[in-house]
């Protein structure tokens, strides 16, 4: 019998073919999105660019420099930059040199008329955000603080470079309204050459032909029908689409916007926007002609028309194949890297953390003396002050004096609460021990504290305190017994109990349950599956009112009512703990101790 080598692509060229053709796609949409940002700066104001590799990121900032008007030079904004570095402040040593306050001019007021890029958008702190998106709106830099009132006109082109590595990273939604692109360019790879089709003579010929581009109503009608579709209620998105589209048409030499055009902008301005993922159209006979929808009074309806259903499409298409396309890179990103991020909350500190600031204040109590901000303080009255005789050159007072803020992430406390009884032990007691131990390896990658409280028979044991040894928890959990009773209630306790005086000692605590929710003790140790299921409510209502985050895994055989009631009591995230699916265990905790 003689074997036939398969005349079809393999499954792993299938599969490059496919790579391939999205890389291809994703690229093409960056160079466009470039490319209008350079026709038309002032209206489209800027985009998002989410996953791109390093290089991707810088070439496609070149493209843009390269297609702009007069070479406009590139500002980089830092994400811990400080506002008087951002918005412009007091310049120091000028106005001790000069004796009357002088301004700085800020990063925003410098960057007028060239490229802002924000690296690491994501992490963008909210207040800096809110700078950036007054200036983007107002096209000046206000600046009213120590003693100065400057006003600068600025206007630039903002490239926000977004990595999200944690499920609570997103970019401030607040900047991302206001860039009119976002591009998920995961699978575009730097190894390949990319090769531009848009140079400056074509976009400078395509704005001169912008202002005679006409639009038709269907047109217009469909790109605001098809942003109601997708849940997009900013009214910001259906401008920067229509002005997209009359780019995208000026760009091929059209005189008029067409569908495709249409189609084509809604997917670079809506697919980052959609709040309502549409399902995929189903043919439908077409309805009698004499008969019209209507609502509940009577009144006629209007069906979106065609191109209203293209436009959806369109965005629909691109938002499947971003997901997947996000979803290849998480895939591909090693478990420990994964778990390599932070958790915790943020608390504001007097002595350590990263500087925020300085706020008034005495530095032989609240804190360190920041000099630079006590100096800033004092020079705009030095020509109202007297120097005390025999004293330094500046005078300053008592209320000049700036201390040093701080901010840190305190210490995250993961508290497994596992179910050791008998109903526990012959469903999954086994997988639940082995979900544990893939949990903690994220947690001892993150140096985060872990503790074990077992429930059984009558009570509930702290088998181990906070601890950050993984060895100490690991020997905990292989001696972890199982059968008896079910004080669920005790369990929950017990956790509420910890969780409170981890809070008092500045940490924050995660809880994350293992049970199937069925208790049978009640909390003062006697049987009985109505008390207990009573008392079980009860603690769940108190440890919901401490507004801690907690992850409730029903191991159960099959997902059980009770244990759905008692997460829901507590304010708990439920979720059935999968039979297989490890990676998914690990990503469920990871969100909630992230977000």
């Known amino acids: 019998m003689t074997a ?56 496609i900032q070149d493209r843009l420099a390269s297609r702009m008007d007069g070479s406009p030079a590139v500002y980089r904004m830092p994400v811990s930059i400080t506002d008087d570095r951002l918005m412009g402040g007091l310049d120091l040593a000028a106005t001790l040199a000069m004796g009357r306050p002088v301004a700085e001019t800020g990063l925003l007021a410098r960057a007028n008329g060239s490229i802002l890029v924000v690296a690491m958008a994501e992490r963008l702190p909210g207040r800096s955000a809110a700078q950036l998106a007054r200036v983007i709106d107002t096209c000046e830099v206000s600046t009213e603080r120590d003693g100065l009132s400057v006003r600068m006109a600025s206007s630039f082109v903002t490239l926000a470079i977004s990595d999200p590595d944690e499920p609570g990273e997103v970019l401030p939604s607040g900047l991302g309204d206001r860039l009119a692109f976002g591009l998920a360019l995961h699978d575009v790879s730097p190894a390949r050459p990319r090769a531009g089709t848009l140079g ?32 997009i209620a900013s009214m ?49 006979p077409p ?49 420990q890297e994964v778990a390599a991020g932070k958790s915790g909350d943020t608390v504001d500190s007097r002595m350590r953390g990263s500087r925020i600031g300085a706020r008034p204040g005495d530095p032989r109590r609240d804190g360190r003396l920041d000099i630079l901000a006590t100096l800033r303080a004092a020079a705009p009255w030095q020509r109202l002050r007297t120097p005390a005789p025999g004293g330094s050159a500046i005078a300053v007072r008592a209320g000049d004096f700036r201390v040093k803020r701080y901010r840190h992430r305190s210490e995250a406390v993961v508290i497994f609460v596992v ?98 929710g069925q208790g049978n003790i009640a909390l003062d140790g006697s049987p009985g599956r109505e008390q207990s299921t009573e008392d079980a409510r009860d603690m769940a209502r108190r440890l919901k009112a401490l507004a801690e985050p907690v992850l409730f895994f029903d191991i159960s055989k099959r997902p059980s009512l009770e244990a759905q009631k008692i997460s829901a009591e507590m304010g708990a995230l439920y979720k059935p703990l999968p039979v297989a699916d490890a990676r998914r265990v690990f990503d469920t905790v990871r969100t909630l101790l992230l977000s």
């Open 4 to 59: 036939h080598a398969p005349s079809g692509p393999t499954g792993w060229q299938a599969r490059r073919d496919v790579l391939e053709r999205e890389d291809a796609r994703q690229w093409a949409r960056a160079d466009l999105a470039a490319a209008l940002l350079a026709l038309m700066p002032q209206r489209l104001r800027g985009m998002v660019v989410e996953g791109a590799a390093p290089e991707i990121a810088g070439l």
């Open 287 to 335: 309805p009698p002609k004499n008969e019209t929808d209507s609502d509940a009074e009577g009144n006629p309806q209007s069906q979106p028309d065609a191109m209203t259903e293209v436009l959806v499409e369109a965005v629909r298409v691109r938002m499947v194949l971003d997901i997947a396309a996000k979803d290849r890179a998480r895939r591909q990103t090693p478990l």
């Open 236 to 284: 910001r998105a259906p401008g920067f689409c229509l002005a997209a589209a009359r780019g995208i048409a000026a760009l091929a030499g059209r005189k008029a916007v067409t569908e495709a055009d249409a189609a084509l902008a809604a997917e670079l301005v809506y697919a980052s926007r959609a709040r309502f993922f549409p399902p995929p159209e189903e043919q439908a």
């Open 200 to 231: 400056r003579e074509q976009i400078a010929a395509a704005r001169e032909g912008l202002t005679d581009i006409t639009v038709a109503d269907d047109v217009i009608d469909a790109i605001i029908g098809s942003a109601l579709q997708l849940g």
């Open 419 to 516: 179910d050791a009884s008998g109903s526990a032990a012959m469903n999954r007691l086994a997988e639940a021990k082995g979900a544990i131990e893939l949990l903690l390896s994220g947690c001892y990658a993150r140096r985060e504290s872990v503790a074990l409280i077992a429930f059984r028979k009558e009570t509930a044991d702290l088998l181990l305190p906070p601890t950050r040894s993984l060895t100490r928890v690991k020997r905990s959990l292989s001696r972890l017994p199982g059968g008896g009773g079910t004080p669920l209630a005790a369990g929950i306790a017990a956790a509420a109990q910890l969780a409170r005086l981890q809070r008092q000692r500045r940490r924050s605590p995660h809880i994350v349950f293992l049970s199937d």
